[in-house]
C-alpha cells in the first residue's frame, strides 16, 4: 500500500470517527498533492509525496514561530496538532547518533579539509540520510565536523 493510498485510508477513517481536524489536515495534503500532480502532469512517485508531507510540515513550524511571537496560543495548538498528523507520514526519522555517523562517513568520504568542503560533504550526504532527518541538524553536525 503506497503513501497515497495510506492518507486516502486515513481520510476516511477519519471521516468515520468524527475527527474534524484530522479531516481537515489530510484534505489540505490531499490537495497540496493534487496541485503537485497536476504541475507534474504525471503521477506523484513516493518520494515526491513525502517531499510534498515535509513542506507542508515546514510551512506550520514556520506558522508555529509566528503565531507564538504574536501570542495566538490557539493557533499554535491547532499548527502544532497539524505536523502531528502530517510527520505520522514521514519515513521514520534517524537519530542525532547515526546522523552523526553517516556525516563522518561522509567527510571521510570526500577527504574533507575544513569548512570550505561543507558543499561536497552535503551533496555526498543527502542522499544517504534521504531525507530521514532534519537538514538545520545535518547542517549543524556537518559545520561542526568541518570546523
Given at each position: 500500500m503506497g503513501l497515497r493510498d495510506s492518507i486516502d485510508a486515513d481520510v476516511k477513517g477519519a471521516l468515520k470517527s468524527g475527527a474534524k481536524n484530522k479531516v481537515s489536515t489530510l484534505r489540505m495534503l490531499n490537495a497540496a498533492l493534487k496541485n503537485k500532480q497536476i504541475d507534474k502532469r504525471r503521477p506523484l512517485t513516493e518520494d515526491e509525496v513525502v517531499e510534498t508531507v515535509r513542506s507542508l510540515i515546514k510551512q506550520r513550524k514556520d506558522a508555529i514561530e509566528q503565531f507564538a511571537r504574536g501570542g495566538r496560543q490557539d493557533l499554535v495548538?491547532?499548527?502544532?496538532?497539524?505536523?502531528?498528523?502530517?510527520?505520522?507520514?514521514?519515513?521514520?526519522?534517524?537519530?542525532?547518533?547515526?546522523?552523526?555517523?553517516?556525516?563522518?562517513?561522509?567527510?571521510?568520504?570526500?577527504?574533507?579539509?575544513?569548512?570550505?568542503?561543507?558543499?561536497?560533504?552535503?551533496?555526498?550526504?543527502?542522499?544517504?540520510?534521504?531525507?530521514?532527518?532534519?537538514?538545520?541538524?545535518?547542517?549543524?553536525?556537518?559545520?561542526?565536523?568541518?570546523?
Open positions: 495548538e491547532k499548527e502544532t496538532e497539524e505536523v502531528s498528523i502530517l510527520e505520522a507520514y514521514l519515513p521514520k526519522q534517524l537519530s542525532r547518533e547515526e546522523v552523526e555517523a553517516m556525516v563522518r562517513e561522509a567527510v571521510a568520504g570526500t577527504g574533507a579539509q575544513g569548512p570550505k568542503d561543507m558543499g561536497k560533504v552535503m551533496k555526498a550526504l543527502i542522499p544517504m540520510i534521504g531525507g530521514r532527518a532534519d537538514g538545520k541538524l545535518v547542517s549543524e553536525l556537518v559545520k561542526h565536523a568541518l570546523g
